[in-house]
């Protein structure tokens, strides 16, 4: 008997009520792994395999912090030095007078930007959820956040951003997903490699990541799907070639597919299994990195009590991870080594994976 074995029948029940048309679970440790499937790719399509493709969406973002982390260990960037040498467009940055405020009211940041600040989500830009001028610039720029990368190459993507004014002076609040998307620019100036070929170098080869690419097999890939207006479920709408031709950019935010096995190869590297990561890597990417300040910022995406590490949540007890817009969850416990991840590809708060969602934490019992 393993947890899957209780938690394999409730996903059997959600397909059965038509709130997933599939669904993948998988647990993994030193010792074994045990991975389970039910239903569909797509309301009425094929089975689900364990080999099936899945949309990340910001699953990817564990994957950009350990990449990041990577080449801090060999010498290409540094965490506290400023990214102003292959980001110029955040060098010098102004910062609004609140995020409220016009775009004129303008004061000059009280430090750089550093990776550390992309990282930890700290940087001065993310997800603005307060109205007025800055969050209409962000939408009217194609800047805000969303389920798939930005429409536009990498250097569009960062010259609009450095000509808007920061949120939050760097180092003081929590906004998400976009440092995510600098990050991706960051790491390939720095380098000077494109990012397939960077990921694929540092992370995918060294872990044998066959699944996990930014254009996945159609013929492999189980549709992102939504609550329908009718009921039931329909495709999520995404531009056409997401997922499955060569993005302009290619996303650490969002921009990945992978499979369970892959998922739980990576998480068991963050928590002891083979790796590509130090100790001293680990450990920093698994220390909740936030200040009360920031933490208070962050309100609404991590969970009550938990905390933010480099690129990853960090929850009571210790485990790390984090989900995906797109249906997907993945933890791993550095205490026991376990690693676990589970995917609906329905949308996160419609009825069917918020059940998912809350009996996944089981796995961990």
Known sequence: MTPLDDLAPVLDRLVEEGKVAGWVAGLADAADRDVRVGGARSVGGPPMTRATQLVLSSNSKPIAGALALRLVELGVIDLDEPVDPWLPELAEP???????????????????????????????????????????????????????????????????????????????????????????????????????????????????????????????????????????????????????????????????????????????????????????????????????????????????GCGWGLHVEVRPGGLVGWAGGMGTIGYADPQTGRAAFLATQVTVGAPGTTTAFDHFWSLFD
């Open 94 to 304: 102004r910062v609004l007078v609140s995020p409220e405020a016009d775009l004129t009211a303008t004061v000059p940041a009280e430090r750089a930007i550093t990776l550390r600040h992309l990282l930890t989500m700290t940087p001065g830009f993310g997800w603005v959820s307060e109205p007025g001028p800055l969050a209409e610039a962000m939408g009217e720029r194609g800047l805000q956040p969303g389920p798939w990368g930005p429409q536009m190459s990498p250097d569009e993507f960062m010259s609009r951003l450095g000509g808007l004014p920061l949120a939050n002076h760097p180092g003081t609040a929590w906004r998400y997903h976009t440092s995510s998307e600098a990050l991706a620019v960051l790491l390939a100036r720095a380098s000077g490699r494109t990012m397939p070929e960077l990921l694929e170098e540092h992370l995918l080869r060294p872990l044998g990541l066959t699944g996990t690419t930014f254009t996945g097999d159609p013929d492999r890939m189980m549709t992102p799907l939504a609550p329908s207006s009718t009921g039931g479920l329909a495709p999520f709408e995404l531009p056409l070639g997401t997922y499955v031709a060569e993005p302009d950019f290619p996303s650490l935010a969002t921009g990945l597919v992978s499979t369970v096995d892959d998922q739980l190869t990576f998480l068991r590297s963050l928590v002891g299994g083979p790796g590509v990561l130090t100790q001293e890597s680990l450990t920093a990417m698994r220390t909740d990195a936030l200040t009360d300040e920031q933490r208070s910022t962050a309100t609404g995406f991590i969970g009550t």
